[in-house]
């Protein structure tokens, strides 16, 4: 509710220091943090295991429940939530009728509020059952914060143990806080109390299965600041979220230079693109350049899959980006650093692989520590003028017994998995996507055309020069399999992939001219099946 007093001005240039309310739960740095308080004269007030802890520690401390003149009560749930303590945070120092109230009402002022919250976000990574997440609500830490943060005028307020010495050495130097500080912490703790509530939320909707509900709170840590986001004109950085899914975002750089924008938003499509794969069935190694693959490929063992990916565009692979979906050996890594790659991430790497990249100083080598899951749940974010566009995660997959075969000739064993690997494959390509593949690798991509026609053609033209680079008498495209994002909406781009020289054809069907796409095929001799789903990636 608004108050009816004038508004707080900006305080004195600093805030003296003689009275901090400490309600820790992670106790890192608390016992440093009280002693250069203690040693600068400043009172220390604290609640129950942080209270315990600086006791012990030797140091002077009043409960809470001293200042309350009530004891802590419900376990727990119920011992901050008072006038002395809101009253003592809240108060305008310089406002008489503030101060009669204190006096009338015998609030002490406090000058510092250090808080972390109970830890919600841990908790539900855990998978934990839903009384142990609720009992890790924070209530009374929540309204602490927003009420010093809102007092920065004369409270400091501090939500971040990385603060703790830029404010102790303020206090000893100054005997306070000078007022951008007061405002940047308190910026901070707005903005920490807002993610937390936006993790209660999301996780009590997923609770009742809303994956798109009412109200939706996305929040983010800044991990790290970028030189500059897609152009050097944009500012960027990069911001982690409480999802717990392996990834660029949360993977060890063992070496190389700062991550770029597009570097990190390129090895986020390659991670995901090879994880498709399972490593146990095969290895998979995929090469992105500009968000779309340029090779995708699986063998028996990495260096292979990334000879196979690798011949699919050479041209295109250099400066690219290498995803790997088993941790890299030290053969393959001999082979992806004998030409110029700017990003490599995998599950893990061993020493004689990590040694190897060592002689290449400027290739970041990102580790992950596991693969993201392709069907796991989660949601895509982008925003539009206004507002957010939301929807889930594109975990659809299709499995041989879900086809249907629509063509006189049924593609022959081969050819079934080469079609399967080549719509996953597709499903990772920018639309229109047309990919061809045999033996277990692309040969061909056509990208981000906007017409499907012209993405046959091109990868079929990519293939040939492919080819030709390489002393071969044929295009990699001959005998290959056809795979496409969305429907053929015309014969024509089904009869480009023929020409070219695909045997089989996999696409979701659904166009007004099935029929006249499935006559093609037969005329053309070539087995095609639908799946019923496509892929579109915009």
Excluded at 189 to 194: D, G, L, V
Excluded at 391 to 417: I, Y
Excluded at 456 to 468: D, G, L, Q, S, V
């Amino acid at each position: 509710m608004a108050s009816s007093a004038q508004p707080a001005p900006d305080g004195p240039d600093f805030t003296p220091i003689r009275r901090a309310l400490l309600s820790v739960s992670d106790k890192e740095g608390l016992l440093e943090l009280a002693r250069g308080l203690a040693a600068s004269g400043v009172e220390l007030v604290s609640t129950g295991g942080t209270a315990k802890a600086i006791a012990e520690a030797g140091l002077a401390v009043t409960e809470v429940s001293a200042v309350t003149g009530m004891a802590e009560m419900m376990d727990g749930r119920v011992k901050t939530l008072h006038p002395k303590i809101h009253g003592g945070l809240l108060a305008l120092r310089d406002d008489p009728e503030h101060r009669r109230a204190m006096d009338e009402h015998g609030i002490a002022g406090i000058d510092l509020l250090v808080v972390n919250l109970y830890p919600f976000e841990e908790t539900v990574a855990g998978e934990a059952p839903f009384g142990v997440a609720v009992e890790n609500i924070d209530i009374g830490g929540p309204a602490m914060i927003r009420a010093a943060a809102k007092n920065a005028a004369h409270v400091g307020v501090v939500v971040d143990v990385a603060d703790y010495g830029a404010v102790l050495e303020a206090i000893a130097t100054h005997g306070g806080l000078p007022r951008a500080m007061r405002r940047s912490l308190a910026a901070k703790a707005f903005a920490r109390t807002a993610a937390y509530d936006a993790a209660i939320a999301t996780w009590y909707a997923g609770t009742l299965g809303e994956t798109l509900p009412s109200r939706i709170v996305v929040a983010g840590t800044l991990e790290e600041r970028l030189r500059y986001g897609e152009n050097p004109h944009q500012e960027a950085a990069l911001y982690v979220t409480g999802e717990r899914r392996p990834g660029v975002a949360a993977a060890r750089k063992v070496q190389g230079k700062a991550l770029s924008y597009n570097n990190i938003s390129d090895a986020d499509a390659a991670f995901e693109a090879v994880a498709e794969f399972r490593p146990e069935e095969s290895a998979a190694v995929a090469i992105i350049k500009h968000a779309n693959p340029c090779g995708v490929a699986l063998a028996d063992d990495l260096v292979t899959a990334y000879e196979k990916a690798l011949r699919c565009d050479p041209v295109s692979a250099y400066g690219g980006i290498v995803a790997l979906n088993r941790p890299l050996d030290e053969t393959a890594a001999r082979a992806i650093t004998s030409i110029f790659t700017e990003v490599v991430i995998a599950p893990g790497a061993d020493e004689a692989a990590k040694a190897v990249f060592a002689e290449k100083v400027n290739l970041r080598l990102l580790l992950t520590g596991g693969l993201p899951d392709p069907r796991g749940p989660g949601h895509m974010v982008r925003t539009v003028a206004g507002g957010l566009l939301v929807q889930s995660r594109d975990a659809g997959a299709v499995s041989p017994n879900e086809l249907r075969v629509v063509t006189r000739r049924a593609p022959s064993e081969a050819e079934l998995a080469d079609l399967l690997f080549a719509f996953r494959v597709a499903k990772h390509v920018k639309s229109n996507a047309i990919v061809y593949a045999k033996d277990g690798a692309t040969v061909g991509i056509g990208a981000g055309q906007m017409s499907r026609l012209d993405s046959a053609r091109i990868a079929a033209i990519k293939a040939a020069e492919a080819a030709a680079a390489a002393g071969l008498a044929q295009p990699l495209t001959t005998g290959s399999v056809v795979a496409s994002d969305a429907f053929f909406p015309f014969p024509d781009g089904l009869l480009a992939a023929v020409e070219a020289g695909a045997t089989a054809a996999i696409q979701p069907g659904g166009s007004l001219r099935d029929d006249a796409v499935i006559a093609a095929a037969d005329e053309a001799g070539i087995a095609m099946v639908f799946t019923g789903m496509r892929h579109f990636r915009h």
